[in-house]
């Protein structure tokens, strides 16, 4: 039974609501310093974070080779894939425009036997079965 409908008073009905509300800004308090605490956790362990990468690319940069000769390695070595990319996508656009001026004949040629004819059927069918038969080779 609902405790607001056992309650006749709208006083009493009042304080039940007041009670549950003060219950319930108790419980979002202690979620919101749990949730608090936890977050200050967390930046602290960002910022040891972005300290040592700090460090690290400071320590990087100084060694003989440095931060900007690796980062002309990285974008050379992208750049080279990018272009060897690009370029197997030349090989099989070329190879799709001529399968097309060919007629686009079908790429496997497979000898088959055909199982069903839909137009044998007694309900209207418009598909065949066919099996297909191992490539001779």
């Excluded at 977050?39 to 400071?58: M, P, V």
Aim: charged share 25%.
């Amino acid at each position: 039974m609902n405790v607001l409908n056992a309650l006749q008073d709208p006083t009493e009905i009042f304080d039940a609501i007041e009670a549950r509300a003060d219950t319930v800004r108790v419980a979002a308090s202690a979620h919101a310093s749990r949730g608090t605490k936890y977050i200050e956790g967390q930046a602290e362990d960002f910022a040891e974070k972005a300290s040592e990468i700090a460090e690290t690319l400071a320590r990087r940069a100084s060694e003989e080779k440095g931060l900007g000769a690796a980062w002309t390695e990285y974008a050379k070595d992208a750049l080279q894939r990018y272009i060897l990319f690009l370029d197997a996508l030349r090989q099989r656009s070329d190879m799709v425009i001529e399968h097309n001026k060919n007629g686009a004949p079908p790429v496997l040629v497979y000898d088959s036997e055909l199982v069903m004819d839909g137009a044998t059927l007694p309900g209207p069918a418009t598909i065949s079965s066919c099996a297909s038969c191992r490539p001779r080779a």
